[in-house]
């Protein structure tokens, strides 16, 4: 089982990005996206199960970033727009065969497979 996520690079402020993860192996029931600034605490991002039963954000790019899917490609997508110099860090895919209840969906000991991480930096 595998997780490539990819499409981070370089992008002035306001600009927008789609972070892509394939997974390979199997479909997983919940999806995820963290982040981890250097220096800083990996934190999440966004969240959702397969089925679009539930979607989460986190507070900070909530309007800005939407998480979505292809069932034809098995690949979930981030889609970051209005982005800022803080959203600056390396982007991570997260993937459970689980259904975390809602609550749990931020949490990273609710996934049990990673991808290599992509960087994003916002810089003018």
């Known amino acids: 089982v595998q997780l490539q996520a990819s499409g981070g690079g370089l992008v002035q402020p306001g600009g927008s990005l789609r972070l892509s993860c394939t997974a390979s192996?199997?479909?997983?029931?919940?999806y995820g996206w963290f982040r981890q600034a250097a220096g800083k605490e990996r934190e999440f991002v966004a969240g959702?199960?397969?089925?679009?039963?539930?979607?989460r954000y986190a507070d900070s790019v909530r309007g800005r970033f939407t998480i979505s899917r292809d069932n034809a490609k098995n690949s979930v997508y981030l889609q970051m727009n209005s982005l800022k110099s803080e959203d600056t860090a390396v982007y991570y895919c997260?993937?459970?065969?689980?259904?975390?209840?809602?609550?749990?969906?931020?949490?990273?000991?609710?996934?049990?497979?990673w991808g290599q991480g992509t960087q994003v930096t916002v810089s003018s």
């Open positions: 192996g199997q479909t997983f029931a919940t």
């Open positions: 997260a993937a459970t065969s689980r259904t975390p209840i809602f609550s749990s969906m931020a949490g990273e000991n609710a996934y049990d497979y």
């Open positions: 959702r199960r397969w089925n679009g039963s539930a979607t």
